[in-house]
């Protein structure tokens, strides 16, 4: 897993905006408690540092469970729309290569693999639709299965009308309004 060093400020800056948002947001991860939470962070500098990408990148990071076999709690990107410093990104690797002009910055999933996190998969993305409303004005790319890449295709999904709805893209494509939301387990 990447990581680098947070310094204390930074470490208690945001284990304190993760404990703001965990507490305004109790709904999202009822029957977990903050300090087994808190804890678990403070064991792994690694998954600290990622939830610090996660923030910078405007992911808005918080609980959304906990994984009853592994017992570790899962995180994910809760900002309203597709995080403002992951859009106009492209799929892979492969797909930004294979751009000749007007390349995007960077990809989704090497985006998510330097943060040492994963991209949603299109279940995860449709069980965080049921702790609020996500994507309204914006998109975001989910992970895609190697049938449909193999294909040169990709997949993203956003919420209108009330309803997820999930798409497909050359995955070369890369919009203004299409980000990448991912998860971390802690």
């Known amino acids: 897993m990447p990581s680098g060093t947070l310094s204390s400020a ?4 945001l284990l ?3 404990k703001a948002r965990f507490e305004k947001n109790m709904s999202r991860h009822q029957g977990c408690e903050w300090a087994e939470v808190r804890a678990r962070l403070e064991q792994d500098a690694g998954k600290l540092w990622s939830l610090h990408e ?3 990148t405007g992911g808005e990071p918080d609980v959304i469970g906990r994984d009853e076999a592994t017992g570790q709690f899962i995180f994910a990107d809760c900002s309203a729309e597709s995080p403002k410093g992951r859009r106009s990104v492209c799929y892979d690797q492969e797909a930004l ?6 390349k995007p910055h960077d990809s989704a999933t090497n985006m998510a693999a330097a943060m040492g996190m994963e991209l949603l998969t299109e279940k995860e993305y449709r069980e965080l ?3 609020g409303e996500f994507d309204a004005k914006t998109s975001s ?4 299965p190697p049938e449909i890449r193999q294909l040169g295709g990709a997949l993203f999904c956003d919420r209108r009308y009330d309803t997820v709805f999930v798409y497909h893209n050359g995955a070369q494509s890369y919009y203004a309004a299409r980000g990448f939301r991912g998860s971390l387990r802690v």
Do not use: N, Y
């Open 16 to 18: 304190a905006a993760l």
């Open 97 to 102: 290569d294979a751009r000749k002009e007007h």
């Open 10 to 13: 930074q470490r208690e800056g």
């Open 54 to 56: 996660m923030e910078r």
């Open 141 to 144: 790319w989910i992970r895609t």
């Open 129 to 131: 639709q049921q702790l």
